[in-house]
């Protein structure tokens, strides 16, 4: 395990994708992250606390009040109001488009990472987490649970994640908002390669049902700035399509509607008290963590 001043390195998106395990990539990322603050985030997220019974074959041994053990000699575990302080529902795009990249790091990869992050953060806060992988449909869902094992579930599927078809986000959005029937945080991480209206209808569907939504929208540089300096063919990762040209000649106009696309997304995802965060793939992964922590603190 590396030192404490060297895992703050992790959060560099190509640092962390050197690492193959996931778990380890998600721990290294959060306690990267920690380290730079100046106060743990999992400080004011416990849930409350509401007696002791006596330790019983089944109980989780991290329930075990030692304080009071130390005093009475006799294992007695916390008991709960709740069983977690929310649920957390992780919505994450495995479209074809996800597998683009100009570096080392590709959308799929980097965004597989901040999930991963995120779950490992959510959890040691004692959130109950669940996971859908979609491409043109639901592939996997699995629902919120809060004990540690489940951890280890949500990383070894978002550590073997594969690029799957086509982009269908409106349908996905619709199906999740009516099976999730607990109020609670989603957050949907996508480079939102469909129709912007379709996707808007979605995240509203979410916010009509009380939920609260973050939305990661996840870019390779190169998407935005179309540093391309020769004749270039370009192909459709999703539809096939191609087209060469020479980039001079359309950069501008490309620019100009990737500027308003995003701009449209923050707009109207303010309208509707939805989180917007636009995302480089070069980016350090603890913006994407500090916009998490922010919004959770809201929540209480």
Request: aromatic share 10%; with cysteine; charged share 30%.
């Given at each position: 395990?590396?030192?404490?001043?060297?895992?703050?390195?992790?959060?560099?998106?190509?640092?962390?994708?050197?690492?193959?395990?996931?778990?380890?990539?998600?721990?290294?990322?959060?306690?990267?992250?920690?380290?730079?603050?100046?106060?743990?985030?999992?400080?004011?997220?416990?849930?409350?606390?509401?007696?002791?019974?006596?330790?019983?074959?089944?109980?989780?041994?991290?329930?075990?009040?030692?304080?009071?053990?130390?005093?009475?000699?006799?294992?007695?575990?916390?008991?709960?109001?709740?069983?977690?302080?929310?649920?957390?529902?992780?919505?994450?795009?495995?479209?074809?488009?996800?597998?683009?990249?100009?570096?080392?790091v590709t959308k799929l990869d980097y965004a597989s990472t901040l999930m991963a992050a995120l779950a490992y953060l959510m959890m040691n806060q004692q959130d109950g987490v669940g996971l859908v992988l979609f491409d043109e449909k639901i592939n996997?869902?699995?629902?919120?649970?809060?004990?540690?094992?489940?951890?280890?579930?949500?990383?070894?599927?978002?550590?073997?994640?594969?690029?799957?078809?086509?982009?269908?986000?409106?349908?996905?959005?619709?199906?999740?908002?009516?099976?999730?029937?607990?109020?609670?945080?989603?957050?949907?991480?996508?480079?939102?390669?469909?129709?912007?209206?379709?996707?808007?209808?979605?995240?509203?569907?979410?916010?009509?049902?009380?939920?609260?939504?973050?939305?990661?929208?996840?870019?390779?540089?190169?998407?935005?700035?179309?540093?391309?300096?020769?004749?270039?063919?370009?192909?459709?990762?999703?539809?096939?399509?191609?087209?060469?040209?020479?980039?001079?000649?359309?950069?501008?106009?490309?620019?100009?509607?990737?500027?308003?696309?995003?701009?449209?997304?923050?707009?109207?995802?303010?309208?509707?008290?939805?989180?917007?965060?636009?995302?480089?793939?070069?980016?350090?992964?603890?913006?994407?963590?500090?916009?998490?922590?922010?919004?959770?603190?809201?929540?209480?």
């Amino acid at each position: 395990m590396p030192p404490l001043e060297d895992k703050r390195k992790y959060l560099q998106p190509e640092m962390a994708a050197m690492l193959s395990n996931m778990a380890l990539r998600a721990r290294l990322v959060v306690e990267g992250y920690i380290i730079g603050q100046h106060k743990s985030p999992y400080h004011g997220f416990s849930v409350e606390f509401a007696e002791h019974r006596a330790y019983g074959p089944g109980d989780e041994i991290r329930h075990i009040d030692w304080k009071l053990y130390g005093k009475t000699d006799r294992y007695y575990v916390k008991r709960y109001e709740e069983e977690t302080n929310l649920r957390a529902h992780l919505i994450l795009d495995t479209s074809r488009s996800m597998m683009y990249s100009s570096g080392q790091v590709t959308k799929l990869d980097y965004a597989s990472t901040l999930m991963a992050a995120l779950a490992y953060l959510m959890m040691n806060q004692q959130d109950g987490v669940g996971l859908v992988l979609f491409d043109e449909k639901i592939n996997q869902f699995i629902p919120p649970r809060s004990n540690p094992s489940h951890l280890n579930t949500l990383l070894s599927h978002l550590g073997t994640v594969k690029a799957g078809q086509d982009t269908q986000i409106e349908p996905v959005l619709h199906e999740m908002a009516e099976r999730i029937k607990k109020r609670g945080l989603v957050i949907l991480i996508s480079d939102l390669f469909d129709q912007p209206e379709n996707i808007l209808k979605g995240l509203k569907h979410f916010r009509h049902n009380k939920q609260e939504v973050i939305v990661f929208h996840i870019l390779d540089r190169q998407e935005m700035e179309f540093d391309f300096n020769s004749r270039t063919r370009f192909k459709d990762m999703e539809s096939g399509e191609e087209i060469t040209t020479e980039p001079w000649h359309i950069r501008k106009a490309y620019a100009d509607t990737i500027k308003k696309l995003q701009n449209n997304y923050r707009k109207k995802c303010r309208e509707h008290l939805v989180d917007y965060v636009p995302l480089f793939t070069d980016q350090s992964l603890d913006n994407a963590l500090s916009e998490y922590i922010r919004k959770r603190k809201k929540l209480g």
